[in-house]
């Protein structure tokens, strides 16, 4: 009898625990051939001139691709990585190694759909099924207590009934070794020059290094979870000290029911600032799911196009350089552009000072965060974006964003504004 060989077709799933695909073929078969593609897709430049991915996020995702390939080869495996169309490669791989099925995790962002019709149809051609697995939410769709068209479009509403119906599964278990076929060329990873992006320059006022990868994930988790007793007790606010996981999450170097096992040590503590967070993004997710290209139009839901100014262009370069002469906006900005991160709440201030003030698409801010953020994940992206826009499911979740007020407010946080924007901040005094 012929061995069975599946191959694992990893893509926002770059980790060993946690991740049932991988799992479910060391169970399945024989041999095990785990696969991951740069696709040139995701580095080209875009219709508004900016890259789909800028420097700081390919660099991590290198980082991260040579960690998982690092950890896979600890359990006896290997993977392999190659740069082209996966609709292409994917067939080719499965007929050179005697492939009987491929796995992968269904994504929900219509891009990323996209692909994987385009990889189903293609292994269809030489009689191959394409397996879908839903690994990127904290709570599994088949659990949640209402089926994906009657997700409450309220974030109020879907947390509440999903923290009162529903659990969170177990994590799943880390094989314990990986058999794999004997590999002709693994392939190398990938230079930043090979994908058309040059080197980023540290920067020396982020005070925080990021660098990709499960296994730096798993650490920075660890370290935050063992900071919480004593930041609790000097009574901090979590916005002072936010977990900084968010990259680590979106590439999925750490799966989100690890990150929650670990934060509520097995208790169903919906407290925590950080369990909400990833309610938020299963909320974003499912969102895209429900509502699909709609995430991205113009109208946002609610059919009428924002009244946008005429200089659209001219606002926007302003926007992203950090020249607006709103000191906090552009304090903001500049630390983005050095350092591919700002905190939650300065997200929504730019975003809010670019679609209500500038009167900018909002699209083109979505599309900038894109090529800047280092945790850049589409539906999360997309969602606040939208939301931050103008889309009003409910009255009750406005009070995640800021206003147009209170963005004037943060302008006293004269620290934060002379450490991204010290000429502005010696102008002001």
Not at 347 to 360: G, T
Request: aromatic fraction near 12%; charge should be negative.
């Amino acid at each position: 009898m012929s061995e069975k060989t599946i191959l694992v077709w990893f893509r926002n799933d770059l980790r060993v625990h946690d991740n049932e695909i991988l799992f479910e073929a060391t169970r399945k078969a024989d041999k095990v051939l785990p696969v991951y593609i740069f696709d040139p897709f995701y580095f080209k430049i875009t219709e508004l001139g900016l890259l789909k991915t800028g420097n700081l996020r390919a660099k991590f995702l290198l980082e991260s691709v040579a960690d998982l390939r690092n950890n896979l080869q600890k359990l006896g495996g290997d993977l392999i990585v190659k740069i082209g169309n996966p609709a292409e490669i994917i067939p080719q791989l499965a007929q050179q190694y005697e492939v009987s099925e491929v796995y992968h995790h269904r994504e929900v962002a219509f891009e990323e759909t996209n692909i994987s019709e385009e990889v189903e149809a293609a292994l269809w051609k030489i009689k191959l099924n394409l397996k879908h697995f839903i690994g990127h939410t904290l709570y599994h769709k088949e659990d949640l207590p209402f089926p994906i068209k009657d997700i409450p479009d309220s974030f109020s509403i879907f947390k509440k009934k999903v923290e009162r119906d529903s659990q969170v599964r177990p994590c799943i278990e880390t094989p314990e070794q990986i058999h794999t076929p004997k590999i002709i060329d693994a392939g190398n990873i990938p230079t930043l020059a090979d994908l058309g992006l040059t080197e980023p320059v540290e920067d020396s006022r982020s005070g925080f290094h990021y660098e990709g990868g499960e296994s730096t994930g798993l650490l920075h988790l660890e370290q935050y979870v063992a900071s919480q007793p004593l930041i609790a007790a000097k009574g901090a606010k979590h916005s002072d000290h936010p977990s900084r996981l968010s990259a680590w999450i979106s590439l999925g170097c750490l799966s989100m029911r690890w990150v929650y096992r670990e934060v509520t040590h097995g208790s169903h503590n919906s407290n925590s600032p950080l369990v909400l967070e990833l309610l938020w993004r299963d909320y974003f997710r499912f969102m895209f799911k429900k509502h699909g290209k709609q995430f991205y139009s113009a109208e946002r839901f609610k059919g009428i196009a924002d009244d946008l100014s005429s200089n659209q262009e001219e606002l926007f370069d302003k926007w992203k350089t950090g020249n607006t002469g709103v000191p906090f906006v552009d304090a903001s900005m500049r630390q983005l552009n050095a350092t591919g991160y700002i905190a939650n709440d300065n997200r929504q201030a730019v975003a809010v000072y670019l679609a209500h003030e500038l009167k900018v698409d909002w699209r083109m801010g979505a599309a900038y965060f894109e090529e800047k953020l280092i945790d850049y994940s589409p539906a999360s992206n997309l969602g606040n974006w939208a939301f931050v826009a103008g889309v009003e499911h409910d009255p009750k979740d406005t009070r995640y964003f800021l206003s147009p007020k209170q963005i004037s407010e943060l302008d006293s946080q004269t620290q934060y504004i002379s450490t991204w924007l010290p000429e502005v901040f010696a102008e002001q005094v």
